[in-house]
């Protein structure tokens, strides 16, 4: 039996029985685990507020190591991002990147990055006001913290600098291709200089400063069309929260 | 030797219920074998019975013998006043407190993004048609204090922001009976912002 204590993030958190409740976090030292907690579901648990999605807690839990499911011991709120929840657009942008992280990210597997990524993600999602911007730089992102990172300084077929003119971007081959390139294999999509370089900037600037990438018009939807189809082709379907995002702006 | 047919037929109807394991269903079945005729015939009649006579009231969506239900059909009842609750369930213990005198409208369910459960699910879009046609003053939103029924919350009192009536949330904070020093931080908090000039 080990005992483990580590930051964490609530991904999931789903009633089992009358009484208590599943957990679904990721955490920083171990990864993605999931977690029983006793009586969780009582009016009066010790477990109060912190068991909800996004919460970013301190736990202690205990079970063998190798196992599947854990026994939650203590939780202690660190940040509860009150002002995600308040807010529709942030919260479901909020459950988004919870929703990434729980279908990318397996069992088991320390990913310390991740984790990294998630606060970083939640903590700019309750500041910011760029919430695009923002999305866009978290699809990316954890694609590249899984080791798909696209190939954008040259171009993957010849192996030369993309230059200027009308490029194009394959999701198969996961990268650039320059002009001559892109006429002759004709990939998936089609991209501009702009959005090139700008993708280039996307893969190493901070998660806080994403509010500095300024999408001109047109650009959004060309990024997105990279970004968010980088992750539907690793993942094979649509993520359940994406439609949320899109309903909430008709309200 | 195997066991009968229609021991089995039990069993496998049994196990199909919520919380029942195969042990239980093993022993329900052995209490009803040695139970009279008359019990059984009674235990079934029961259960014909709620899916015969059952229905939900299509004003408050709400479990009912009789369509309006007996609440939405009192005269006596406040009928300015909606409380919005997300299961059937919770309409009997808003009325097992006794003090609640308005109507009730049942969502049948809370919007959660992360199991793709959107407002066309629920019957969110009836109460608004319910606030449209009706003179009413005041919706109480009584969903669960957790993040889908928080977040349903606020869904509901922005798509009624429109409408002239007065739009409130049950309070969230410490419970009756317990104990600052245990309470967390987002509880204590939710506690402060609700607090009531004495
Ligand atoms: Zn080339
Ligand atoms: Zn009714």
């Known amino acids: 039996m080990g005992l483990y204590k580590t930051p964490g993030i609530v991904l999931r958190s789903m009633d089992l029985g009358e009484k208590d409740k599943l957990v679904t976090l990721m955490t920083e030292k171990f990864g993605k685990i999931k977690c029983v907690a006793k009586s969780a579901r009582r009016m009066k648990s010790r477990f109060g507020a912190s068991l909800e999605p996004l919460s970013y807690v301190h736990i202690l839990y205990f079970g063998k190591e190798y196992q599947t499911l854990y026994q939650l011991n203590q939780a202690d709120i660190r940040k509860s991002f009150q002002h995600i929840r308040e807010n529709l657009d942030k919260l479901y942008r909020g459950l988004y990147f919870v929703e990434l992280i729980d279908s990318l990210v397996t069992e088991g597997h320390p990913e310390p990055q991740l984790f990294d990524l998630l606060l970083e993600g939640l903590e700019t999602l309750q500041e910011g006001n760029d919430l695009e911007p923002l999305c866009r730089l978290f699809e990316l992102r954890i694609m590249a913290g899984l080791g798909y990172t696209p190939r954008l300084d040259l171009c993957i077929s010849c192996k030369l600098d993309p230059g200027p003119g009308e490029l194009g971007f394959s999701f198969l081959r996961k990268g650039v291709l320059c002009g001559p390139c892109t006429r002759k294999y004709q990939p998936e999509t089609r991209i501009t200089p702009g959005t090139l370089n700008t993708l280039r900037r996307m893969l190493s600037i901070e998660i806080r400063n994403s509010s500095r990438l300024k999408f001109p018009r047109g650009m959004e939807e060309e990024i997105g069309a990279i970004t968010r189809r980088m992750v539907l082709a690793h993942l094979g379907r649509e993520l359940r929260t994406y439609a949320f995002i899109k309903n909430m702006a008709l309200v | ?198």
């Open chain 2, 1 to 198: 030797m195997k066991r009968p047919a229609a021991v089995t037929e039990l069993l496998e109807e049994l196990k199909r219920l919520p919380g029942i394991g195969p042990k239980t269903a093993e022993r329900l079945s052995f209490f009803l074998m040695r139970g009279s005729e008359d019990q059984a015939r009674r235990l079934a009649q029961a259960i014909i019975h709620i899916k015969e006579k059952i229905v939900l009231c299509s004003q408050c969506h709400s479990i009912t013998d009789k369509d309006p239900c007996e609440i939405c059909s009192d005269p006596n009842r406040d009928r300015s006043t909606l409380c919005v609750v997300e299961e059937p369930h919770d309409v009997y213990i808003f009325e097992n407190m006794g003090h609640f005198k308005g109507q009730y409208h049942v969502l049948m369910g809370v919007i959660s993004p992360l199991d793709g459960v959107g407002p066309p699910d629920l019957t969110i879009d009836d109460l608004k048609r319910r606030v449209e046609q009706n003179n009413l003053k005041e919706v109480i939103l009584a969903t669960n204090p957790d993040m889908e029924g928080e977040s349903t919350a606020l869904y509901i009192a922005k798509l009624l922001k429109p409408y002239n009536v007065k739009i409130s949330r049950i309070a969230r904070g410490l419970p009756v009976g317990g104990d600052i020093e245990f309470a967390d931080s987002v509880t204590l908090q939710k506690s402060l912002e609700g607090r009531m000039e004495l």
